[in-house]
């Protein structure tokens, strides 16, 4: 090239403007199963674990969102839109039906799931330490630690001798919950009343329905659509007047009796931290599946004086935070 072609070549670099002459940002695609507002704090601890990658939304990296608003029958749809903006990674944080839906839409583009089940049992990864294929990201233990929500209730309540449980029967893991919670109610010599729901309307039919069903508490399943409304389980459980556990800390903050399950920030943040080092250049494949395996219980007094129930000392020092 002649010095005067180099000349004009360089001058209509110039002339560009400064975002045409930067490297192209990444775009990181976000399949949320709620809301902005509902995944408030999961959001944040996902930020936080891109940011810590090297990722924040200011610089160098773009997140295009798409909301389930709860609707599970709406997560394959939004996921295919992602994967036609052909964004860099697919973000599927918020449990088995994200990821699933994340994973019909595609098999090129790296996905970053984040779930409380088992991903190999879920056909979701090849294995933890070799996930295969595009997927790979966070598992915490809130699904295989639905029995000990059962046998924590019994602690409470050991006179109970039919407990309800709540499954969402639109999720690919409520059957294997349900037998691991009915071998746990065998073992302990209580008899379960199953309900479904996977819709608020659903739902405050279940707490009407309980006084027929002469149950002493209540179990929900480790399920996101149940995680999600803490404050409204919360809220139902004290006016019915039952004793209930979920998976969720935001259930007996909310001011409900007791919870047991995965840690959501450090998940969310793991999963952030993932997004980031695929952006960097590492394969999903070649990332193992990380298991958070830190699971927490949260116990209410408040709550449950309000019910007017003791709970043993033993398990008050066994929790993770005790709430006044």
Known sequence: MRRREIILVFGAVSALPVWARQPAIPVVGYLGLESPQIYASRLAAFRQGLAEAGFNEDRNVVIAFRWAEGRY??????????????????????????????????????????????????????????????????????????????????????????????ANPTSPTANSQLRNLQAAADTIGVQLQIFQASTEEELRAVFTDLPRAQVGGLVFTSDPYFANRSSTLADLALRHRIPAITQSRDFPLAGGLISYGGDFAQSHRNAGIYVGRILKGEKAADLPVQLVTKVELFINLKAAADLRISVPPALMISADQVIE
């Open 73 to 166: 029958d709406r997560l394959s749809a939004l996921a295919a839109e992602l994967v036609q903006q052909q964004v860099s990674v697919l973000a599927a944080p918020g449990g088995a039906p994200v990821a699933l839906a994340a994973q019909s839409a595609t098999t090129t583009i790296p996905i970053v799931f984040e779930m409380g089940g088992d991903p190999v049992a879920l056909g979701v990864v090849d294995s933890l330490s070799r996930p295969g294929g595009n997927l790979t990201g966070v598992s915490s233990l809130s699904v295989e630690v639905s029995r000990k929500r059962l046998e924590f209730l019994h602690e409470i309540l050991p006179d109970a001798g039919i407990v309800a449980v709540v």
